[in-house]
């Protein structure tokens, strides 16, 4: 009988491809390179003269890709081995280069650079339907003789990219969610040149809408929304120069790619490029919905010097926000949708996503991830190196809301956790960091308060680094009471300058919202969190208990994890953690129920061993 493995199956193309018998090597992907043919058990180059239109066709068509785009001796080098001896004789309409007429060669040498290279285009076989253009809409791949929708729970960024280059479309604009229907699930790295390159399985996963830019992409930033301005021109992409594109220009191009308003416009920003240079000048009113909407002349001058090849950063859209919290940093995250402001969810990845939302709102770092809204949101996933949530992965599973706070005014950078890191505030919409002079133990106070920590434990200059942007040039002058860091006083600094290794590093001790009760010391029992005034039952999962276990046990300074053992049955709200984090408040509090969990640490207090 025959066993089917429950591990995922990988489909293998159906094309009559055959790599016996001919292959292109060392092109950009499976449809381009240097003509190779097997002689006698190895491989050979084949010599421009011997080749035609009409050879090019089958060789295309014999390894699936589309007609013939280029043909020209040496276009992909010469190859080390052997050339071909015979003069193919294709009529254009075979299957298989095997099956085409061959005759011996007159002249049995190849000039040096005659070995041919071959670009053919890539199969019609990828297409985005529904969207209102060819570079939009949902993924449709061609298999089998129909068209079948591709989905993907991971690599959406990846496969979008994909997809863009493929149909010629420049750079993803967005990845909104899919379509309802499930399909095929398909996993790229984002370098291939084609959609067929990436493996595909047959578990199904929700569909993916793609939407690219037809005429303008940026390039080399740090996300979809900043990067070197380039153009297509002639079916290839060109760089702006800067002297050819203003203000007007760049709101056209930050609206298309669905962006927030320019932000920083300069010549050589994000490097010079490395192709041609467009030879026209824009001339946008600032109103139009495409950058090929606007008007255009010749340019005066056809040159343009090294590094001014223009860069813009556009700043991201309103597309997130923050409800029902008591400021437009903190609360229940929502991202408008399809018309509509919706829930966002998930069960994993909590830090990594309110990073990118603290980032996104420009609200430094956060602070602290309490329990979400009790509706079901979209679940995402981030990384946490995402500039804005729009890049993150989404899927149609319902997640309990996610709840973020972030801080407005300070944060701590390049420290372990929550709690500790080098100083930074808030001016003019860019982060400086504070010199130590500046700031004393009752700044440190209201610090560690605003941030939701316990009091300060250590105060250095220099114990987290010294940061790469500007100084704070005032001096903080807190009382130690208030609220918010932006609720004390401040004078200017006598002396403007701060000397190289006194950027301020805080720890502020973790806050007093975890304790263990019922255990005959502090370092053993049920574990309880502090969560709106009161104090709460902390239950688990079997899978996840060790984990949180190890970090209650950090948390309260008392070592490591002894044992974890069954709680009380009172149903208690779920917690995930990955056993890294420093605190408690920094895994994810579900709104699934649990029994309580028992743990006992090792500490020198706690004689349980």
Known sequence: SLTVSSTKLIECSTKSFSPESVRLVGGAGLCSGRVEVKSNQSWASVCEADFDRQDAEVVCRDLGCGAPAALQGGLYGEGKGQTWDKEFQCKGNESLLLDCDTSDRENNTCLPGNAVGLTCSEPDDVRLVGGGSRCAGGVERYDQGEWRTVGTLSDVKDIAAVVCRQLGCGSTVSVPPGNPARGF???????????????????????????????????????????????????????????????????????????????????????????QTSDKEFQCKGKESLLLDCDTSDRENNTCLPGNAVGLTCSEPDDVRLVGGDSRCAGGVERYDQGEWRTVGTLSDVKDIAAVVCRQLGCGSTVSVPPGNPARGFEASCSGSESSLRECPRSYDRSPGLTVICSESVRLVDGAGLCSGRVEVKSNQSWASVCEADFDRQDAEVVCGELGCGAPAALQGGLYGEGEGQTWDNEFQCKGKESLLLDCDTSDRENNICLPGNAVGLTCSEPDDVRLVGGGSRCAGGVERYDQGEWRTVGSGDWARTRVAAVVCRQLGCGSAVSVLPGNTTGAHGLVCDGTESALRECVITFDRHSGLTVICSSGDNNIL
């Open 185 to 275: 699930e398909a996993s790229c790295s984002g370098s291939e040149s084609s959609l067929r390159e990436c493996p595909r399985s047959y578990d199904r996963s929700p569909g993916l809408t793609v939407i690219c830019s037809e005429s303008v992409r940026l390039v080399d930033g740090a996300g979809l929304c900043s990067g070197r301005v380039e153009v297509k021109s002639d079916q290839s992409w060109a760089s702006v120069c800067e002297a050819d594109f203003d203000r007007q220009d760049a709101e056209v191009v930050c609206g298309e790619l669905g962006c927030g308003a320019p932000a920083a416009l300069q010549g050589g920003l994000y490097g010079g490029g490395e192709g």
